[in-house]
């Protein structure tokens, strides 16, 4: 049971990580905590990945610290991977989409939306940990007792996107450029993923943990 949960969590990791890769090449707007990294990577000269994990080192130091219950193997899985994989699927997209027309970048859109639901829902399914900045939220909601969890993660995810904006316009970043950083991408990633998510949990990723139970029973 353990290594299918494993399995599903780098699974999906992956696939959410190709999918922000996806989003980058499309340009019309990233999910509100790749809203902030976009301004990061703009104004910080080294590569996605290294400054993937660094931003999300932080972000585990302050939870190890106040509360480390959201942290497992999933946890690391997405904070060692997901900036690399990331960063170099997006390297391999610009080589292949050059200067892409409005068509390509809205199917690389959409593309992107149904693939990053569908390794949300393996990941999330799988149960062994949320990502640093998930835990944050968390954090905020249930220790610190900030708000109901759905305004804070709201709160949080605001936060990110004015920081990403701000911080990219520092970072030398044109004011017509903002909706490749925050765009109908963020509106979409913000508050219409859940129907999508839970689709994929209903036909697929709570099914995979249910025939791996039944395996265990019968043997």
């Known amino acids: 049971m353990l290594k299918r949960r494993i ?24 999910d509100p905590f790749q809203s902030f990294m976009s301004g990061m990577d703009q104004l910080i000269p080294i590569k996605f990945g290294t400054l993937y994990v660094i931003v999300n080192a932080v972000l585990l130091i302050f939870s190890l610290v106040v509360d480390r219950h959201n942290i497992g193997i999933a946890t690391f899985i997405n904070l060692f991977l997901l900036g690399y994989i990331t960063q170099y699927t997006y ?68 936060v990110c996107v004015i920081l990403g904006i701000v911080i990219f316009l520092i970072g030398g970043g044109q004011w017509r450029a903002i909706p490749t950083v925050v765009g109908v991408g963020t509106i979409i990633t913000a508050f219409f993923m859940g129907p999508l998510i839970e689709f994929f949990n209903v036909k ?16």
């Not at 959409?110 to 900045?133: E, K, N, P, W």
């Not at 709570?206 to 029973?217: D, G, I, N, Q, Y």
């Open 204 to 219: 697929i990723a709570r099914p995979l943990l249910k025939e791996e139970k039944t395996e265990a029973e019968e043997a």
């Open 91 to 158: 390297e391999f997209l610009q080589t292949v989409f050059v200067n892409p027309s409005m068509v390509v970048r809205a199917l690389c859109l959409l593309v992107g939306i149904v693939i990053i639901c569908f390794g949300s829902a393996l990941y999330m399914t799988a149960d062994l940990g949320v990502s640093t900045y998930d835990a944050v939220a968390i954090v905020f909601a249930y220790k610190w007792k900030l708000g109901k969890f759905q305004y804070v993660r709201i709160a949080c995810d605001l």
């Open 7 to 30: 399995g599903m969590s780098l699974f999906g990791v992956i696939i959410c990580a190709i999918a922000v890769g996806i989003f980058k090449i499309a340009a019309l707007g990233v």
